[in-house]
Structure formats: C-alpha cells, structure tokens
C-alpha cells in the first residue's frame, strides 16, 4: 500500500457477484417469509446463504458451518434468544467477532437502536428492506 | 419472478396461519390469568411477525392494524399496564380483526369495513394511552401509511438519500476518528469512507487523508484499539445532513467534525477533532481509499421487491389452494427412513428365500420373509399417514372464536373447554372438520345452553360450558362436543317434525329416534330464526358434511343436564379394513367399520317374508330388514330372482352411522384385509351403492359398498322411519 496518495474520482464498478467462492451470509429471523425474502434476494446477488431461526439456532448454524459467514444479518424480535442476545454473544466469540452484524428489523425505536450499537450491532435496517439497498449494505461490509 | 414473489407470499400467508393459533392461545391463557412474561413475548411475537410480513408485501391495512395492536401489545410487554380482563378481552377482538384482515388479504376472506378496523384500533389506543402512550410510533400515527418508505438503512448512507444543493463551490472537509468501539461493533472505516465516497455523486471531488500520527511502534500496538483517524474532502454541494446521516449509526463510536472551505455552501460547524489537526498539513501521511473497495452499482432490481399486491391478488383464484405443502417432524421422516430401510432387507432375504431349492425348507422361508414384508408394509403405511396426520388443534383454537362471538350475539356467558387437541388425524380430514364444528357449536351456543337466567333459575352456574374434545377410539378419532344446556326438549322436537311431516302424525318413537330428527333435513327447533344458527342450514347439513368424510354423528341428551354430539370420524380417507366378499361372481368389499357380525343362513334361521316384497331376519328377538346385495345392485343372477336359494349364504349385520341395523345376504365372505380406497367418481362415474373401489392384488377392481345408502333403502323399504322402530312393530 502506498504510504501516502490521493484518490480523486470514482472507481470503476465492483466485481461482480458470479465471483467464486461465493461470500457467506448468515441470517436469524424467525421468520419463514422474512428468511425466504432474505434467501432470494441474498442469493440472487450470488451469495451463499445460511439461516438460523432464533439467536440461539443461529449460534449453532455458526458452530456447524464449514464457510465462516462474512456479515449476519439478524432479527431483533425471536423467541429463545432475541437478536440482542445474539450479538453479545456472537462478539463474545473470538472466532465470530470481527463479522459485521446488521439488525433487520421492524424497530424503530431509538431505545433498541441503542442497545443493538452496545451489543455491538455494524448497522440496522428497518423492515420491508429494499433488495437493492440490503444487497448494497452487504456489499460494504463485506467489501 | 412474479412466481418467487407469489410463493413467498404464500409462505407468509401459511406464517399468519400458524402465528394466529400462538396468539389465540397465548391470549386464552391470559384470559385465564396466566400472565407468564414468556407467553406476553409470544403473543407480541405473533403479531409483530404477521406485521413484519405484512410490510415486506404492501399489505397496508394489515399492517396499520397490527402495528397498533402490536404497540398495544408491548404496553403489556413492558408492564406499564396490566392484562386487566376488559383489556385481554380488547386484544382477543382484535385478534379477530387481525384474522379477518390477514383472510381479507389471502383472498379468503371478505373485505372488512372500515369502521369495524377503527372502533378497534380506538380501543387498542385507548390501551396505549392507559400505559403511557400517545399512540403507536410512526406508521400508526400516520392515517395513512402510503409513504411508508420501504427500509432506511442507518450506518451507511444510501445514494437515493443524497440531497446535493445545485450549488457546488468550496468544499467541505469531513474528519472522523473511529474509537475503539467502532471495531468492536465489527465495523471499519472504510465503511464510512465508502459512504462519504457514495455522497459524491458527481465524481467531483474525493480526497482522503490519513492521519497516523498516534500509531505506536508495531511492539506496542494493540489490534484492538483505534490509532488512525482520516480527513475527507467533498465538494461543497454536499450537505451537512447527508454527512450526519453517514454517522447515524456510528455516531456514538466516532469523533466527527464537518468544517467548510469556500463558496456559499451551507456553514458547517465545529473544529477539528483532536488529534486531527495534523492532517491538514502537507506532510500528513494519506492512503489511497482502495482497501475501501468501491461501492457497487445498485444491482439490476433482484428477484424480490415488495409485491403489488393487489395484481398479486387478481392473480390468485379467489379462494387460495390450501396449503400444498406440510410440515413433518424430522424423527417422523427418520422413523420412516427406517422402516424403508428394513424393507430393502425383507426384500433380499425374500430373495435369498426364494433362490433356495423347491422343497418345504423354502417353502416355509418365503412364508416367513412375507410374513415380514406384510407387517414392514402396514408399519410403513401407518408411518406415511403419521406424516399427513396434523394435530386438530388448529381447528379447535379457531372454535373459541367462534364461541365467543356466537355468545355475544346470542348475549350468554359461555366458556369453551377443549379436550385432547393433540389427537392427529389426517390433514385432509383436520381441514374440513372447520365447517361442521362452527355450526355445531354455534348450535349448542344458541340451543344448547339456556339463557343466564334459566341457568340461575335452575340453580346452574351462570356460566356455560361446552367441552370440545378430540380422542381416539378403536381405529377412529372421536370428537365430542357438550355442552351443559337444557338438553333436547324431546315433546317441543317431536311436535315440530310432525308439524313440518318430517314424521306421521301418529308415530311412536324411541328417544334415540326423536333426537335423530334435529338432523332431518328442514328441521328448526328454533321458535325464531335466530342470528346464529339460523341461517338456513341445518343439522342435516352437518351430518352430511360429516358422512362425507366416512363419519358418524351421534346424539346423547339429557334433559336439564346438557347434549352430547359425538362425531366419530376414519383416521383416514386413504385406507380402510375392509371384508372382502362374494356376490355373483363378483369380489366387493364392505367396510369393518360398519359390519357388525356375521352370521350364516341355516335351514331353521327364521325369514320373513313381508307383503311389501321386503324380508326380515330374526335375530336374537329383533328382526332386521334382509337385503339380497346381487339384488340390491342389480346384479345378475342365473338362477333367477325367484330360484335364488338364501339357504346356506352368509349375512353380514351392517351398520349405519346413526345406529341402523340391516342384514346383507352375499354368496360368501372371504377375509378381512386392508384396503387402498380409489375413488370411483373421479376414474369413471358416480354408482348408486357403491361409494368407491379399491384395486386388488391379482390387479383386478373389487367395490366398496356404500353401506348407509344400502341401509337407508332397504330401511325406507320397510318402514319411512329408522329402524328401531320397525323392529318393535315387527317383533
């Protein structure tokens, strides 16, 4: 890396989603339509998608899996564990701590915005997400 | 895609559907003052889910409702006000909303008034304001959500967000300086840095500095903290809020200042950070923003956007297809993986058996390796139906809504109890029991239980009770519901049939027979169409809804003390026991369910013949109606009507759903097997008497009788009315 540069301008778009291997996303909702919305449009942006329904499976899908997820995408609301718990836990955990973890979430309240930021939350998206935007979040964090 | 779409859609549909049943328990139990903080988180779930859903399809009214009844909800969840019963009782009403908007956006249901939404969304308000509340936030407290924007994502600014003033001198300087918490939080700069990169749309201009200054030497550098901080550079046209919403999210785990350079874009404020000052100068170390890989264009719309729902639903015919798919149980598929796998085995050593030289030794190891594939055969048919069977709870929760609206019309106290909900039976059967329940439970609300002051004034609790059960019971599921009422007025049914000719003036009839005629088609005890029942549809219908299904209906009632209606129903449509018969050279099958014994025709067996053509049997006293089956069906005889010799057939002593005995006379019985029920409707056409057929396994078609329309001719024949009843005139 250069010591010292300047970037002026943009840079050409990004690779695209065909890259191999595929990036893994891990999302927790207890939700069927919310993770099948999740899945398509995760995996129509050529992602590899794993899915947990509460905090608690989500820490055992993390467990299990083979490709370490590259962001979490994770419901506040569950039954078991909900997605607070999740993340405290998932940043207790030397191996899983440095994954960046967006809540989604219908939440708008600045109250659970605050404490996701203290579990250690990377970003919050608000419910119905825009495909566009979600896969744009992703991309940034992943990037 | 639309297809994606649909399906998702009816993911969501099948979602409401299960969360509806949690809530309606979970609201049952807090009306019974169970108030366990797990089951306040569940019923809140329910709804928040239904309503996170709903959003993801536009399905606005659904959505307006539940958010408010879910705030209401989290009032209870939150404990600022207490599950009063008035307040529990608020909630089920809306619970009933809820339903009826999820059915009015399946295409299931009708369309729900307004007015009806409002009054409850008042009432849901008014708990709001009880905890504290001035309503729910945002989307309920706008009337109308239509600008309900679909998803703001805080912690990276989006490029549609960007509000560029057309002025665009001078430039605006952005310094941050992550602390160590921003790492925590996994996140990075150059998330931020590809933010601010996005807020300059026009390519204009982009300058990123990096100060790092504070970086300790590598020995004592601590991956955990933060030592970097940066200065970017944007063109003046960018505004001070377009900037802040980049730090929405990460605003709290970073040190941010905006100053500005020039032109006459808005004045930002603030200095530099500490430790910022440096990176101003010249000498300050900067990086190139690549590690930052750029953001990528929006891609091309993906798979999934919000459906317009309302072509979603013209698309749809208007009733959807109950649910194509099911969910089973893993251990239910492994159970059956098993067995599977313990057939392949059965099979070779059926194999084995069978390459062995002629002789007894081989003979008998077939034998005994069949002897194995048959009851692998029967496990595994039981295992497969294991899968279609379904619990009939979700029926059963739906009836208490059903009582509870049907006692406040009919303006009476009623609890329901249910028995036994976990009692599987096939699915096929669970969805179709919905029909004939309301309508005898609203019945028995209606008719069965008497009205409060009745109840006192025959010092009965001023509740009433009706217990909806679910057991099985030799091979069937029984379900019984009863209720505490008055029982059937016996003198007030008679008089009605015989006002209405259901019955002749004059006839005499057992109890058991009385009560056998409120299913008599047109038959109403109720002295004015009320609300409820009234609807034009009688017991009769019920029945038939239940004979349909290969049920029976029975009554028991006691006068003062309460009514009984058992419905005994097959566990499945699928397979029945049959007994497999001879008749004129053709095999049939009548079912086990409905034979009662058999018996042989000997020379001292006494038949009557009766000067209407019909004939009787005397049986142990009673005499039955005889009914030749080849006859009956019309087969042909060689020998001819008249020479057709009853001595030496076998009887079979049939049954039908309400207790009506009659006497079949067929060449011979065979034996007792299982048998896979086709339908003979749906392969070729409707044959009065027999109600389907089932293939054999020399390949060839053997039918099943219809034992109650056998029943009901041969029965009609001899008497208009049930049989009972002839028994006694011809004893």
């Known amino acids: 890396m250069p010591d010292s540069a300047t970037v002026q301008g943009g840079v050409s778009a990004s690779p695209t989603a065909a890259d191999a291997p595929k990036t893994c996303v891990l999302t927790v909702d207890d939700s069927r339509t919310m993770q099948m919305m999740l899945r398509n449009t995760l995996e129509a942006a050529g992602y590899e998608v794993i899915q947990g329904e509460d905090g ?32 405290e836990a998932v940043r207790k955990d030397d191996r899983f701590r440095r994954i960046p973890m967006i809540c989604l979430t219908t939440e708008v309240d600045p109250e659970k915005k605050k404490r996701a930021r203290e579990a250690g939350a990377t970003g919050w998206i608000v419910k119905p997400f825009n495909p566009q935007s979600l896969i744009g979040a992703i991309r940034r964090v992943t990037a | 895609m639309a297809s994606v779409n649909d399906e998702i859609l009816q993911i969501f549909f099948q979602e409401c559907q299960e969360q509806l049943p949690v809530l309606e328990s979970g609201l049952s139990s807090l009306d019974s003052g169970d108030y366990d903080p797990e089951t306040v988180n569940a019923v809140f ?69 307004d007015d009806r939404i409002a009054n409850h969304e008042k009432s849901l308000l008014s708990v ?42 001078g430039l605006v300087i952005v310094g941050f300086r992550p602390l160590d918490d921003l790492y925590r939080r996994a996140d990075d700069p150059r998330n931020i840095l590809s933010a601010l990169k996005a807020l300059n749309a026009e390519d204009e201009v982009f300058l990123v500095e990096c100060d790092k200054s504070a970086l300790p030497p590598l020995a004592d550098l ?47 404020g603030g200095a530099p950070p500490a430790g910022e000052e440096s990176a101003a100068t ?33 698309a749809r ?77 979700s029926v059963f929760q739906r009836m208490q809504r059903v009582v509870r609206e ?48 009745k109840r006192l004034a025959n010092g009965k609790p001023k509740e009433g009770k009706i217990i909806l059960s679910a057991g099985h019971r030799s091979g069937r599921i029984v379900i019984s519901i009863k209720d505490d009422g008055g029982g059937i007025n016996k003198q007030r049914v008679l008089q009605i049939a015989k006002e209405k000719g259901i019955v002749s003036l004059d006839a005499a009839l057992s109890d058991d027979e009385i009560n056998e005629l409120i299913f008599a088609p047109g038959f109403s005890t109720a002295a004015t169409i009320s609300d409820l029942s009234g609807r034009g549809v009688g017991m009769d219908v019920v029945k038939q809804a239940i004979q349909a299904l290969g049920g029976r209906v029975s009554i028991k009632s006691e006068e003062g003390v309460g009514t009984t209606f058992d419905l005994s129903l097959p566990l499945t ?25 058999t018996m042989k025709i000997y020379p001292e067996t006494r038949i009557n013949r009766l000067p209407n053509g019909g004939m009787a049997v005397a049986l142990r006293g009673d005499f039955l109606p005889l009914v030749v089956l080849g006859d009956e069906l019309g087969l042909h005889d060689p020998a001819g009507l008249a020479g057709y010799d009853l001595l030496g057939k076998d009887i079979l002593v049939v049954e039908n759903e309400s207790g009506a005995k009659a006497a079949i006379v067929v060449d011979s019985i065979h034996q007792q097997a299982q048998v896979v029920i086709k339908s003979l409707d749906k392969n070729y056409k409707d044959v009065a008497g027999v109600s389907a057929a089932t293939i054999l396994g020399d390949g060839s078609v053997a039918l099943i009788i219809d034992v109650p329309s056998i029943v009901s001719t041969v029965t009609r024949r001899l008497d208009t009315r049930s049989n009972p009843a002839s028994k006694k005139r011809a004893a």
């Open chain 1, 56 to 87: 608690v499976d989500g820490l055992h899908v993390l467990e299990a899996t083979k490709s370490i997820p590259s962001a979490i995408i994770t419901d506040i609301n569950m039954p078991r564990m909900d997605g607070f718990g999740f993340i």
């Open chain 2, 45 to 113: 779930r329910a709804v928040h889910s239904i309503k996170g859903g709903a959003a993801s399809f536009g399905l606005e009214r659904l959505v307006r409702f539940a958010h408010t009844f879910e705030s209401a909800l989290d009032c209870l969840r939150s404990k600022t006000v207490e599950p009063t019963s008035e307040i529990v009782r608020t909630f089920i009403q809306s619970m009933d909303v809820l339903s009826d908007l999820v059915s009015e956006a399946d295409g299931s249901g009708e369309h729900v008034p």
């Open chain 2, 128 to 169: 709001i304001e009880m905890g504290g509340g001035s309503g729910p936030s945002e989307i309920g407290a706008s009337p109308a959500p239509a600008d309900f924007t679909p998803m703001a994502f805080e912690g990276f600014d989006l490029e549609d967000d960007l509000e560029l003033t057309p002025d665009s001198s």
């Open chain 2, 222 to 268: 601590d991956v955990e903290k933060s030592y970097l901080s940066w200065s970017v550079t944007l063109p003046g046209s960018v505004t001070d809020e377009a900037i802040t919403e980049v730090f929405d999210w990460t605003g709290d785990a970073c040190e941010m200042t905006i100053s500005r350079i020039g032109g006459d874009g808005p004045e930002g």
């Open chain 2, 282 to 314: 010249e000498e300050a170390p900067t990086v190139q923003n690549e590690p930052a890989k750029p953001a990528p264009p929006p891609p091309a719309p993906a798979s999934v956007t919000p459906i317009p729902v309302r072509e979603a639903q013209k």
């Open chain 2, 317 to 393: 015919a208007p009733r959807r297809p109950q649910d194509a798919t099911i969910r089973v149980d893993l251990p239910r598929i492994d159970g059956l993986m098993d067995l599977v796998g313990e057939m392949v085995i059965a099979m070779s050593s059926m194999e084995a058996a069978c390459s062995m030289p002629h002789g007894q030794a081989r003979e008998d190891e077939v034998k005994q390796c069949l002897g194995g594939i048959k009851s692998l055969t029967r496990d595994i048919q039981d295992s497969v139906m294991g899968l279609r069977a379904q619990p009939v709870k």
């Open chain 2, 406 to 453: 049907a006692s406040q019309i009919a303006k009476k106290s009623i609890i329901l109890e249910l028995e036994g909900e976990n009692t599987e039976v096939d699915r096929t059967i669970v969805e179709q029991l919905t029909d004939p329940l309301t309508h005898m439970l609203r019945n028995a609300v209606d008719h069965g239980v008497e009205s409060t002051e």
């Open chain 2, 573 to 597: 449509l699928a397979v029945m026991d049959g007994m497999f018969v001879e008749c004129r050279g053709n095999r049939m099958v009548v079912p086990l369910a409905s034979t009662v014994e």
